[in-house]
């Protein structure tokens, strides 16, 4: 199944894609672009008054949801795969400004979720609370479940800002401003730029009450930086004259 979806319209419902495989393609001045296939540009979906944008259920068989050309921008949470059986590629993309206890961007739990990040944008989201490290772009929990970042991709100025002072001078806070990975979820990453103003791509600028500004990786989970050029089967990622970029990062406990 696939839906085109046209910018000429209003698009602040939550959408909940249930043990399905779909393709949402949006950038479609109208109608009759999206006839013709002719993207032009991203189509917004969000402002929503509750809950997250988009969630993803489902395990009963491998479903493939391909997310194309799409801004998920002012939700209550971005994406939730919540114990989903699921291939997420999210392509030409952007999650901006949404807020949640944990993953404001995106949020994987359990489940056996792959998520490939593919010239996508994780940008100025928040996550408030405190859980295995709370992630403002992206939080993934689950030993079954990775994350793939290349291209000209990003995860920008995040933040996890929970702060709670537990007795006077001991104070905790939100863990992985850019990103959270813990209980055995997989990190690899091969997108980085020039460092200069207004380059997305890598991770820069996440912040983080807690440990990890910009990244926060426990309980057997692993992140990996690629920053070379790797083609396996005619199939290339990463670059040999962009390496990774993981820059201005800031965390209040290290």
């Known amino acids: 199944t696939e839906i085109r979806v046209a910018m000429n319209d209003t698009y602040d419902t939550n959408l909940v894609i249930d043990d399905k495989s779909i393709i949402i393609k949006g950038g479609y001045a ?46 209550k949470g971005g994406i939730f795969a919540d114990d989903a059986n699921l291939q997420l590629h999210l392509f030409n993309s952007i999650i901006a400004n949404n807020i949640a206890s944990i993953g404001g961007g995106i949020r994987v739990s359990g489940g056996d979720t792959d998520i490939e990040l593919e010239n996508t944008i994780i940008i100025t989201n928040e996550s408030t609370g405190l859980s295995d490290g709370s992630g403002g772009g992206i939080y993934c929990n689950g030993v079954n479940s990775s994350v793939l970042m290349h291209g000209d991709s990003g995860i920008y100025a995040n933040k996890a800002t929970y702060t709670q002072e537990l007795t006077p001078g001991l104070v905790i806070g939100g863990a992985g401003g850019g990103a959270s990975f813990s209980n055995g979820c997989s990190f690899l990453n091969y997108s980085g730029g020039t460092g200069g103003f207004l380059d997305f791509r890598g991770i820069i600028n996440n912040t983080a009450t807690g440990f990890g500004g910009g ?20 199939e290339c990622l990463g670059t040999n004259s962009e390496p990774v970029s993981f820059i201005g990062n800031i965390s209040g406990f290290g």
């Open 30 to 75: 109208d109608c009759a672009a999206a006839i013709a296939d002719d993207q032009t540009s991203n189509t917004n979906i969000g402002n929503v008054v509750s809950g997250r944008i988009i969630t993803i259920i489902g395990k009963s068989q491998r479903n493939t949801v391909v997310l194309d050309s799409l801004t998920l921008i002012n939700g």
């Open 215 to 234: 990244l926060f990786v426990e309980s057997g989970s692993e992140a990996i930086f690629f920053g070379h050029e790797l083609c396996l089967d005619d």
